[in-house]
Nanobody
């Protein structure tokens, strides 16, 4: 019903930049929040940043000042601009659409993308 497609991952050097994009498609009426999570090898998935429909944002402490989340509501697209990358940022990054309301069905649920690999070399 809803598909999230991420792009923009890849390899960067320490101090470099990458920009991730994620677009949600389907019979979507509204999305309350869109978020980026990441999961490094051997670690739990963690929230990196979230942006709500009103533009409010929250970041995990260790990316503040380096990462910026933004959103294009009409396009159901969320971006993550990642600057000053560090090797510790290496992970699979997942997009999540939270509290999605569909046009033709009732209920509210979350959806996940498949993930995109970000690797930062030292």
């Amino acid at each position: 019903q809803v598909r999230l497609v991420e792009s923009g991952g890849g390899l960067a050097q320490t101090g470099g930049s990458l920009r991730l994009s994620c677009t949600a498609s389907g019979s979507i009426f509204s999305i309350n929040a869109m978020a980026w999570y990441r999961q490094a090898p051997g670690k739990q998935r963690e929230l990196v940043a979230v942006i709500f429909v009103d533009g409010t944002t929250n970041y995990v402490e260790n990316v503040k000042g380096r990462f910026t989340i933004s959103r294009d509501n009409p396009k159901n697209t969320v971006y993550l601009q990642m600057n000053s990358l560090k090797p510790d940022d290496t992970a699979v990054y997942y997009c999540k659409a939270q509290r999605v309301v569909l046009i033709s069905t009732s209920g509210i649920r979350d959806y996940w993308g498949q993930g995109t690999q970000v690797t930062v070399s030292s």
